[in-house]
């Protein structure tokens, strides 16, 4: 069954709260509401002025009234402020507008100490959450940015898989594919009868999982199972959309192709669907061809799926 509008709307309207909860808290917790940041002399919005010359010295002051979306007018006024203390100093121009902005010695030393003032604070925040809290609440922030910001991942890397992947694997593709596809819960179930089988089943040195991930955040994944002796068999292979175009999937599926010739198999066969268009370039680039084609209705709706056959 596919969200309608209405169901859109009164997800979004029940979201609403819960994010600006969690702006008043993260708030308090920060300091943000304090008239001096992490008790230096300097408000909040001076304290992120000074962060942005530090990072973009030399900067002028209309860069950064437009990445902060602050009134030029206002922000003119805190740098008055800040350079009338001895941290910041324009360089030469003829417009005052355009000269550039950058610290001082007596700046530099007052953001340092700023800036591990701050990371002091958040490390004792972080600190009684341990290594496996730390490493979720990363993941978490990391997939907040990318929702939010558009922010993409950072570096990735493959691993192979560990107690608690198939049930993420499970969760995150049943309900990716009836987010994009209408896809419901006849796909949960082969989904997760394919995960379960593969842990019962296991049989090391023919068959893996292979996870990719950033900072502990699955990105996407791939199983190669034993069809038979000659044949293994691709399944479930995923990105998630913010990693799309950083070439997961390409990794994956090659991951897939060397651990089978390894493994002495002949072939790689794979079931896939015509909508899957990604998936279907990343199997042909790799040198799948299509073999067999049907329809079926088994996830609520017609839909059209393929056998692909790899050589090896």
Not at 85 to 98: K, N, S, W
Request: with cysteine; charged share 30%; hydrophobic share 40%.
């Amino acid at each position: 069954m596919v969200e309608t509008p209405s169901d859109s709307v009164s997800v979004i309207g029940r979201t609403v709260p819960r994010v600006r909860a969690f702006n008043r808290d993260f708030s308090r917790l920060m300091g943000l509401l304090e008239p001096r940041y992490m008790g230096s002399d300097l408000s909040v919005v001076e304290a992120r002025v000074l962060y942005e010359i530090v990072q973009r010295e030399p900067v002028i002051a209309r860069d950064i009234a437009g990445a902060l979306r602050l009134d030029p007018g206002y922000l003119s006024r805190i740098v008055g402020r800040l350079a009338k203390r001895g941290f910041v100093e324009r360089g030469r121009g003829e417009d005052a507008r355009e000269r550039p902005l950058s610290l001082t010695m007596e700046g530099r030393s007052a953001f340092t100490r700023l800036d591990r003032d701050t990371a002091a604070r958040t490390a004792r925040m972080i600190a009684p959450l341990g290594d496996d809290g730390a490493r979720r609440l990363g993941s978490l922030l990391d997939e907040a940015g990318a929702l939010l910001f558009g922010t993409a991942p950072g570096e990735w890397s493959l691993r192979t898989f560990r107690t608690g992947d198939m049930g993420l694997i499970t969760a995150r593709q049943s309900i990716l594919y009836r987010e994009v596809y209408g896809w419901g819960t006849g796909m949960e179930a082969l989904i997760g009868e394919i995960t379960a089988a593969f842990l019962r089943d296991f049989r090391p040195g023919r068959e893996q999982c292979w996870i990719a991930e950033c900072g502990g955040r699955m990105l996407g994944s791939v199983f190669l199972v034993e069809e038979n002796a000659e044949t293994a068999r691709l399944r479930l292979l995923y990105a998630e959309p913010e990693a799309r175009g950083m070439g997961i999937g390409q990794a994956l599926v090659k991951q897939c192709t060397a651990f089978a010739r390894e493994a002495g198999y002949r072939r790689i066969v794979l079931w896939t669907h015509a909508v899957l268009e990604s998936a279907r370039r990343i199997y042909a680039a790799e040198g799948y061809r299509i073999v067999e084609t049907h329809t079926h209705d088994d996830f609520g709706k017609p839909e059209l799926s393929e056998s692909w056959l790899l050589e090896l």
